[in-house]
Nanobody, 122 residues
Framework: QLQASGGGLVQTGDSLRLSCAAS????????LGWFRQAPGKEREFVAA????????YYADSVEGRFTISKDNAKDMVYLQMNKLESEDTAVYYC?????????????????WGQGTLVTVSS
């Protein structure tokens, strides 16, 4: 089970950190990711991290502004979002997969959190 939190209303240029708590059979998780879905758009990949090695991967749209990190001891994954833009407004979802390797497609993830809304106001 995944539980995302930390969303809210911020202004352009602000920062926000999202958190995702994993529970249950977390030992089976190989990688975690963040996706987002903006109003009227399809859900899209944002960032991913390997649970063991810590290797990360980002969508071009957030590279250099967002940072994904993890705390295996706490079964947590975070998304630090800096220099937020109005285009970052979306519901953000955390996801986890058991298969080894970084993944950017929704279908490659096995578990999903409920989403947390981030609204960036200009």
């Amino acid at each position: 089970q995944l539980q995302a939190s930390g969303g809210g209303l911020v202004q352009t240029g602000d920062s926000l950190r999202l958190s995702c708590a994993a529970s249950g059979r977390t030992v089976s998780i190989s990688a975690l990711g963040w996706f987002r879905q903006a109003p009227g758009k399809e859900r899209e990949f944002v960032a991913a991290i390997m649970r063991g090695f810590g290797r990360t991967y980002y969508a071009d749209s957030v590279e250099g502004r967002f940072t994904i990190s993890k705390d295996n001891a706490k079964d947590m994954v975070y998304l630090q979002m800096n220099k937020l833009e109005s285009e970052d407004t979306a519901v953000y979802y955390c996801a986890a997969r058991a298969t080894f390797g970084i993944a950017t497609l929704e279908s490659q993830y096995d578990y999903w959190g409920q989403g947390t809304l981030v609204t960036v106001s200009s």
